[in-house]
């Protein structure tokens, strides 16, 4: 079974960047898409952004397009989400995702959620 840790959260304020890693072990990862996702209290977990096994296939949320980037680094079993422009809106625990079926599409992650294991998570908070 794959462990995934996050890390890289914190406080930020309005317009600031946050860089989020998430390293797997148990599994390796490069066969399977790799996604974050995001909550707030109350609220369900939303898709954020994936990426695909080889790293040429992304698929981003409307409302995180432009200003969020996901990539991968196989090599080190870790996926990254690079965080710029960051809004108050954004304040969420982010959510590390790895598909568990290798035929699980970044697009999949987003439209159908099909079975993924979770991180732990890692709070962002950004200040107005």
């Known amino acids: 079974q794959v462990q995934l840790v996050e890390s890289g959260g914190g406080l930020v304020q309005a317009g600031g960047s946050l860089r989020l890693s998430c390293t797997a072990s148990?599994?390796?990862?490069?066969?399977?898409?790799v996604g974050w996702f995001r909550q707030v209290p109350g609220n369900e977990r939303e898709f954020v952004a994936a990426?695909?096994?080889?790293?040429?296939?992304?698929y981003y949320a409307d409302s995180v397009q432009g200003r969020l980037t996901i990539s991968r680094d196989n090599a080190k079993n870790t996926g990254y989400l690079q965080m710029n422009s960051l809004k108050p809106e954004d304040t969420a625990v982010y959510y590390c995702?790895?598909?568990?079926?290798?035929?699980?599409?970044?697009?999949?992650?987003?439209?159908?959620?099909?079975?993924?294991?979770w991180g732990q998570g890692t709070q962002v908070t950004v200040s107005s």
């Open positions: 148990g599994r390796t990862i490069s066969d399977y898409t």
């Open positions: 995702a790895v598909a568990q079926s290798r035929w699980t599409t970044a697009q999949d992650m987003g439209v159908r959620r099909p079975g993924i294991d």
């Open positions: 990426i695909s096994r080889s790293g040429s296939s992304t």
